[in-house]
């Protein structure tokens, strides 16, 4: 009986978002290790570009010379023909956000019928794609420009330019604080983000009404 209750309680869902090299992916393992499911949309979007699926087949029809050789898809190479072209950005936008969002939902309903009473979502681009209506509430992790530049170039090896550019693709921090819902600063140390995280994630836990 009291499964049965918690099985019809309706999940509740967090967008985990902020700039690249923010720290997104360090907030979400500690969000795991407090026993919440956390789903990576860069996990999904290369399940649904996998070799075979639909939208893998889509893109090969559209940009054969992004094809490997095993029948799959070089990111890095798809990367370069759709950022050297508005069109084809968008075309290809049309094709893995519709599947990424359709593995979310499928995943996040798994979770709902295991009896989760929350789940996150870690997704960099979630105000730019208007995702945040289809979640309870937007947790932001922040971190200074200065302070991502920094981790970018020291984990993935970037030319001060190169990261840069990459920065700027993505919306100010400024404007992604105005619409999130909580904030995890993140420009200390990880000591100091494991605090910030036990402060803000209680906040998070008590307003959605869940129990720690
Ligand atoms: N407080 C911190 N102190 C030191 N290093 C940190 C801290 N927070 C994160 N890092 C490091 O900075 C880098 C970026 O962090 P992380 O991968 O969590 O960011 P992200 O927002 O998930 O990045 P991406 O946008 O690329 O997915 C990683 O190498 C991580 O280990
Ligand atoms: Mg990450």
């Known amino acids: ?22 720290g997104k992916s360090t907030v979400s393992a500690l969000i795991r290790q407090a026993g919440v499911p956390v789903a990576d949309a860069d996990v999904l979007c290369r399940q649904v570009m996998a070799p075979g699926t639909e939208a893998a087949r889509k893109i090969l029809n559209l940009w054969p010379q992004a094809g490997t050789q ?23 936008a049309g094709i893995v956000l519709p599947a990424i969002q359709s593995a979310f939902e499928a995943w996040a309903s798994e979770r709902a019928s295991e009896g989760a009473a929350l789940c996150v979502y ?30 970018l170039r020291a984990r993935n090896a970037l030319t001060e330019d190169e990261a840069r550019r990459r920065l700027a693709a993505q919306w100010p ?20 983000l494991a605090r910030e995280f036990a402060r803000v994630w209680a906040e998070v836990l008590s307003e959605l009404g869940i129990s720690s």
């Open 1 to 22: 009986m009291e499964k049965e209750k918690l099985m019809r309680r309706k999940m509740k869902r967090v967008a985990l978002t902020g700039g690249i090299a923010s």
């Open 70 to 92: 095993d029948g799959g898809i070089d990111r890095a190479e798809l990367a370069r023909i759709v950022f050297a072209d508005a069109s084809a950005r968008q075309m290809e």
């Open 122 to 151: 870690d997704a960099a681009l979630i105000f730019e794609h208007g995702l945040e209506r289809e979640f309870d509430g937007v947790l932001l992790v922040a971190a200074d420009e200065s302070v991502q530049l920094e981790r």
């Open 173 to 192: 921090l400024t404007d992604k604080q105005k619409k999130a819902n909580w904030v995890i600063f993140n420009n200390g140390s990880r000591e100091a």
